[in-house]
T-cell receptor, first 110, second 115 residues
């Protein structure tokens, strides 16, 4: 079992839909990152969380430390949100190593 | 700011050749990471520098891989000799402060194909 599991692996939505991507992890962490990777490959850091909730525009990230679970929500989705979303965790005691999920491929259609 | 700059963006080479990938972190960032991304294994950390010193190189696959950071504004990842299984996208990332609190800023990646 991977230390970081994401679901779903693939997601297709229509423009305007509310989207949720989930991330579960099995280790104690000091931080969790949500990353976005567009076709063409560049990676952008969306959020870094250690507790609670963060919001940036139409994106919201939450984390429940007790349940070892994080969600990334996209409100009013748009085709430009189409990308791979990657969850990554920094385990406690491993200052440098991020463990990455396999990503969720999101396609938003008109 | 220009962001993290990587070069080359694409490299195609033949097995056995030396490959050098370059990275310029964001000015003022004191931590630098090299990651490798493949379809099979996803993103993996290769090496982490803090203040130009290698802190964790446990992800470097084998002796064919080496990385240097001669100063705060430049790092290289070298593969010698290259093999087809090294084909991947190599990302450099930097963070402005303590690794436990800083967000990561990624370069655009260097896509390596070894024939």
């Amino acid at each position: 079992k991977n230390e970081v599991e994401q679901s779903p692996q693939n997601l297709t939505a229509q423009e305007g839909e509310f989207i949720t991507i989930n991330c579960s992890y099995s280790v104690g962490i000091s931080a969790l990152h949500w990353l976005q990777q567009h076709p063409g490959g560049g990676i952008v850091s969306l959020f870094m969380l250690s507790s609670g909730k963060k919001k940036h525009g139409r994106l919201i990230a939450t984390i429940n430390i007790q349940e070892k679970h994080s969600s990334l929500h996209i409100t009013a989705s748009h085709p430009r949100d189409s990308a791979v979303y990657i969850c990554a965790v920094r385990s406690t005691g491993t200052a440098s190593k991020l463990t990455f999920g396999t990503g969720t491929r999101l396609q938003v259609t008109l | 700011d220009a962001g993290v700059i990587q070069s080359p963006r694409h490299e195609v080479t033949e097995m056995g050749q030396e490959v050098t990938l370059r990275c310029k972190p964001i000015s003022g960032h004191n931590s630098l990471f090299w990651y490798r991304q493949t379809m099979m294994r996803g993103l993996e950390l290769l090496i982490y520098f803090n203040n130009n010193v290698p802190i964790d190189d446990s992800g470097m696959p084998e002796d064919r891989f080496s990385a240097k950071m001669p100063n705060a504004s430049f790092s290289t990842l070298k593969i010698q000799p290259s093999e087809p299984r090294d084909s991947a996208v190599y990302f450099c990332a930097s963070t402005p402060r303590d690794i436990n609190t800083g967000e990561l800023f990624f370069g655009e990646g260097s896509r390596l194909t070894v024939l």
